[in-house]
């Protein structure tokens, strides 16, 4: 009976936390259309999104691309197949280790970042102060950060991307001679636009998804310094667990009209 | 003050305010009216709901039922451009001061400036404004500091110089001396008194500090169970036989 009682009360407040969340996208959507816009505020976010993550992506997609190179090698080696390698490496981390591992590491970096700075702007009541200034609080710091996620993800996402390429070719270079010219030409003879347009826009949504859970949580932050903390943690792990459903509703769409 | 009161009409006005918490009853049916020019007190035990009520003035906290008129205009009836226009017409100075603490003074000052700067004199550019508004509370050097390089003393100047650079008719205090020394206590207390004096301002003061209550107000309300359980001057009620009004003024 306890556990009956314990599993229904939590599943209640998981499902009512869902809704509170599409309320929140709702919002977002509805706001995001009408003015005043703040353009200033949006390219400040974009700059600091951009800004804050790009070393992370660059260095993780290098070593991304120089071990799953290395890892790779002897397999293909006993099947003789090495000269799949570009063809593999490069579809492998353009369609899915890419956008996934870059998606993760920035909600780690960006997420937590906009969860714990809402978070700690709601209890000091800036948030507040904004709104009796006669300042639209969501507008400004809601719609400008999840829209900067949005539009800087699928860009760092093809940074990653490429950077990995690279750290590929530069070990493919190294152990089997192979000059960087044909590495690439063989990467762009295997990639085709049905690879590079559902990633990307899969990465919009994994941008969204960042934005939205970092920005909702810190918006509806408990009081307190521990409420900071745990809404800057359940900012990344709710961001995680959702990359992961966007994943596999992204690649459950796309072989669909793959198929067709 | 009482009698010439009657005949003006209030520039802010409360009528049976409720709210709730669940079982709890923070508000029942609480009643207040400002008055142009005047300094009314609200005074209240901490957790009584004076910040409660302070955020359903402004819309920050939706009331459960009652009537708030802030200058003939019913808050719980407009639409969220109409209620941002009202707001510029209100200064709030919050008890933890709320700086936006990633942004410079000067830019803290300038924050409410962005949307609503034709509301001011419009011969001024934003820097004049800026400064003015510093000055008034005596802090012009700080304007470029980052708010935690300030004293608690400097943060609420300086919260008090953004509530003012819209030139609001009301401004609401939240707890305005609270966590600060009694020196500088003193000095916020005296500063609300120059602008009032300068702008012509009336001023809504929620606080549970007896000095600053007897120092700065005209009229006083307690707030006691959720309600206006009593109304009148400093000395009117500081007299007062009622054990839940001594309670207040026994020290």
């Known amino acids: 009976m306890e556990l009956s009682k314990a599993i229904y009360a939590r599943s209640k407040r998981f499902f009512s936390e869902i809704g509170d969340m599409a309320y929140f996208a709702m919002r977002f959507f509805r706001e995001v259309v009408s003015a005043p816009f703040e353009w200033k505020e949006l390219i400040r976010q974009c700059y600091r999104v951009g800004n804050r993550s790009i070393i992370l992506v660059g260095v993780t997609g290098f070593i991304l691309g120089l071990v799953f190179t290395l890892q790779s090698r002897p397999t293909l080696l006993e099947f003789g197949a090495?000269?799949?390698?570009?063809?593999?490496?490069?579809?492998?981390?353009?369609?899915?280790?890419?956008?996934v591992i870059f998606a993760l590491i920035c909600a780690g970096r960006i997420g937590s970042g906009i969860g714990a700075e809402l978070g700690s702007m709601k209890v000091t009541e800036q948030i507040d102060a904004m709104e009796v200034s006669g300042t639209n609080p969501f507008k400004y710091l809601v719609v400008t950060r999840i829209l900067a996620t949005t539009l800087m993800l699928p860009l760092l996402i093809l940074m990653g991307d490429a950077i990995a390429l690279f750290g590929s070719a530069l070990i493919e270079n190294l152990k089997g001679e192979v000059s960087y010219l044909l590495y690439f030409n063989k990467v762009f003879d295997a990639l085709q636009y049905s690879d590079i347009i559902p990633a990307t826009i899969k990465s919009f949504f994994f941008g969204f998804a960042i934005g939205l859970v970092g920005c909702y949580k810190g918006y509806n932050c408990a009081k307190g310094t521990v409420g900071v903390g745990e809404a800057s943690n359940a900012a990344v792990v709710y961001t995680s667990m959702l990359l992961f459903v966007i994943d596999f509703i992204a690649v459950f769409v796309t072989d669909i009209f793959v198929e067709l | 003050m009482k009698e010439t009161n009657e005949n003006k009409q209030p520039v802010l006005e409360i009528k049976s305010l409720f709210k709730s918490f669940g079982d709890n009853h923070v508000l029942n049916g609480f009643n207040l009216k400002l008055y142009k020019g005047e300094n009314l007190v609200v005074m209240g035990k901490s957790g009584s709901g004076?910040?409660?009520?302070?955020?359903?003035?402004?819309?920050?906290?939706?009331?459960?039922?009652?009537?708030?008129?802030?200058?003939?205009?019913?808050?719980?009836?407009?639409?969220?451009?109409?209620?941002?226009?009202?707001?510029?017409?209100?200064?709030?100075?919050?008890?933890?001061?709320?700086?936006?603490?990633?942004?410079?003074?000067?830019?803290?000052?300038?924050?409410?400036?962005?949307?609503?700067?034709?509301?001011?004199?419009?011969?001024?550019?934003?820097?004049?404004?800026?400064?003015?508004?510093?000055?008034?509370?005596?802090?012009?050097?700080?304007?470029?500091?980052?708010?935690?390089?300030?004293?608690?003393?400097?943060?609420?100047?300086?919260?008090?110089?953004?509530?003012?650079?819209?030139?609001?008719?009301?401004?609401?205090?939240?707890?305005?001396t609270t966590g600060l020394d009694p020196i500088t206590a003193k000095e916020i207390i005296q500063l609300m008194r120059d602008v009032q004096k300068k702008y012509n301002t009336s001023s809504l003061i929620i606080t549970h500090d007896v000095d600053c209550a007897r120092v700065i107000s005209n009229r006083m309300i307690l707030l006691v169970d959720g309600i206006d359980y009593a109304h009148g001057t400093f000395e009117e009620l500081s007299k007062s036989e009622d054990p839940k009004i001594k309670a207040f003024f026994k020290n």
């Open chain 2, 50 to 176: 004076k910040s409660v009520m302070i955020k359903c003035l402004v819309g920050l906290m939706a009331a459960d039922s009652g009537t708030i008129k802030i200058q003939d205009f019913d808050i719980t009836s407009l639409g969220q451009k109409e209620l941002d226009v009202l707001r510029t017409e209100i200064g709030f100075l919050f008890q933890g001061s709320a700086l936006y603490d990633s942004m410079t003074v000067r830019e803290n000052l300038n924050f409410p400036l962005r949307r609503h700067k034709n509301k001011v004199d419009g011969n001024k550019n934003t820097e004049e404004l800026v400064l003015e508004a510093l000055d008034n509370v005596g802090l012009a050097s700080a304007i470029d500091l980052m708010p935690a390089e300030l004293s608690g003393g400097m943060k609420r100047r300086v919260a008090l110089a953004r509530a003012l650079i819209l030139k609001p008719k009301i401004i609401l205090y939240d707890e305005p």
């Open chain 1, 82 to 99: 090495v000269s799949w390698m570009p063809s593999m490496v490069s579809l492998s981390i353009v369609r899915e280790i890419g956008p």
